[in-house]
């Protein structure tokens, strides 16, 4: 038989809509995806987006992590956020992203070098990271998180 997941903590259930809370109590129950969209009655792209919802919700990286918040754990910490971030480091960020080389966004931002090499400095600080392609790395999935998201909303 399939064992019976503790009641999320209840901010953590909240932060849940009422069919990811279906998703993670399946995925935790050892249920597939293929399974879970039978079940469900719908898609199997539609669960993915789902489950995409559920981990960066609850900060989860793996199924274990699912597993182990269900039963009590605490959740793993939230990866970093592009959102710690001022709007200036934010503008820095996109441009670093991009490939702009210092001087010129010190030209584009009217800022000197020396000013963006302490943004530069900052965000990696802030962020845990410690070069570009860290940053290059981070925008990638924070833009993978937000097409689910996105995706989720529109198939709720």
């Known amino acids: 038989g399939r064992c019976v997941v503790n009641p999320l903590p209840l901010t953590l259930h909240l932060s849940l809509s009422p069919r ?3 998703v993670f109590d399946l995925l935790v129950s050892g249920e597939s995806t293929a399974s879970i969209a039978v079940r469900l009655g719908c898609a199997v792209k539609t669960v993915e987006a789902h489950r995409a919802a559920v981990y960066r919700r609850l900060h989860a990286h793996s199924a274990a992590d699912l597993v ?3 039963f009590g754990g605490a959740p793993p910490p939230p990866p970093p ?3 710690a971030l001022t709007p200036a480091e934010r503008r820095v960020f996109d441009l670093v992203v991009r490939g702009v080389s210092t001087p010129a966004i010190a030209q584009q931002l009217g800022r000197s ?6 943004y530069r400095n900052s965000i990696h600080q802030r962020l ?3 070069t570009p392609a860290d940053l290059v790395r981070l925008a990638q999935v924070e833009a993978k998180a937000d097409a689910a998201q996105a995706e989720a ?3 709720a």
């Open 113 to 118: 070098e020396h000013t963006v090499v302490a």
């Open 68 to 70: 182990r918040i269900a």
């Open 128 to 130: 845990g990271t410690g």
């Open 153 to 155: 909303e529109v198939a």
């Open 81 to 83: 956020s592009l959102a």
């Open 20 to 22: 990811q809370r279906e």
